[in-house]
């Protein structure tokens, strides 16, 4: 029966969190802030805590590390939101493909390259191989001050499958292309093995206490658009629309970076409530094309805070003047980068916690 008449949508439920409140369409005094890769070598003391465990996979499944790891940036620069500590390619781990990192080179897997390869992989033990996850989210649940919300998040299926194709990053991602061209009902299948697989992982941390959960897709930009929408967009929108049915009141922010324009499209075609901006997106743009369908998260330029002092002071002002305050998460536009002074890192804190609409 046709409906017929309005509706007053009801008003967001305030939060003491300002992360929460602008995910849920409410006012802010300031925007909230945190930062990708806000965890990591720039801090000393990561850097004792990592010595500990030469393994990174171990690392990443020592719940006693990973929640302290995550919990360093808050103690010394006060974010608004603190994210899990942990890796993308914990899920191909998980999976059962043999995942390791070498010093110097970075992640490197046993490829899988055909069905064949493929049909070695299972999500039944998923779960057990990686619980340590969904413990160190409880205990960040119950350790976070009461204004910091936690956020928990995976990587996107084209770009984990990117490292489980290739073996390890690569500048053109050139091994998952050309199998998703000379067989995409095979790529397919992995896409949705992954996509799987990372609706129960997400799921299982918002259980233990994730309040967020945010989609990486570092390698979409090497797609042209017609697979751009079949291998990024498509799973994330499956992944989103999975954990809504379960957890609707929990937001998803999904980042797809490198792909220009189209990033006005992904809030519409995946149903994400917030999108996160790389530095190559212009923020009058965001401004006028992606925030009106979706709250944006970004996109200084990681090397703006390795620059420090005015350079840095101008850029974060103009972000927060054009994006802020509202449906507008302060963040940078990639990771935290090794060089960083953490310094700096505080003066950007500081900039941000005082600045007003």
């Not at 802010?28 to 000393?44: H, S």
């Amino acid at each position: 029966m046709a409906f017929s008449g309005s509706v007053t949508a009801p008003s967001p439920r305030p939060s003491a969190k300002r992360l929460l409140t602008v995910l849920a369409g409410g006012v802010v005094d300031r925007p909230p802030f945190w930062l990708m890769r806000q965890a990591g070598r720039y801090l000393p003391e990561y850097r004792a805590v990592r010595a500990t465990t030469p393994d990174f996979v171990s690392f990443c499944l020592d719940p006693d590390k990973a929640a302290a790891v995550t919990l360093q940036p808050i103690e010394r620069f006060g974010m608004d939101a603190a994210i899990l500590f942990a890796d993308i390619l914990l899920v191909p781990h998980g999976l059962g493909q043999a995942v390791r990192f070498a010093e110097g080179e970075g992640p490197l897997l046993e490829p899988v390259t055909d069905r064949a390869g493929l049909a070695r992989l299972s999500a039944d033990r998923l779960h057990d191989k990686v619980g340590a996850v969904y413990e160190t989210v409880r205990r960040l649940a119950a350790s976070l001050p009461a204004d910091v919300a936690l956020i928990g998040f995976a990587g996107a299926p084209w770009t984990v499958a990117t490292y489980m194709v290739g073996g390890r990053g690569s500048p053109d991602q050139k091994a998952a292309r050309l199998w998703a061209y000379r067989d995409p009902d095979g790529f397919a299948a992995l896409i949705s093995l992954v996509t799987e697989a990372t609706i129960g992982y997400l799921g299982r941390q918002i259980e233990a206490g994730a309040e967020v959960v945010q989609l990486f897709d570092s390698w979409a930009g090497s797609l042209p658009e017609p697979e751009l929408r079949r291998w990024v967009f498509a799973p994330i929108r499956a992944i989103r629309d999975a954990l809504k049915i379960r957890y609707p009141t929990v937001p998803v922010i999904g980042f797809a970076k490198g792909v220009g324009p189209l990033t006005a499209s992904l809030a519409a075609e995946t149903g994400v409530e917030a999108v996160g901006l790389d530095g190559s997106i212009d923020a009058g743009f965001a401004a006028a094309a992606v925030q009106p369908g979706a709250v944006v998260q970004g996109n200084l330029d990681p090397l703006a805070v390795v620059a420090g002092g005015r350079a840095m002071r101008a850029e974060t002002e103009r972000l927060l003047r054009v994006l802020g305050p509202d449906r507008y998460i302060f963040n940078l536009g990639h990771g935290v980068v090794p060089e960083t002074p953490p310094a700096h890192v505080a003066q950007l804190a500081a900039q941000i916690k005082a600045w007003r609409r």
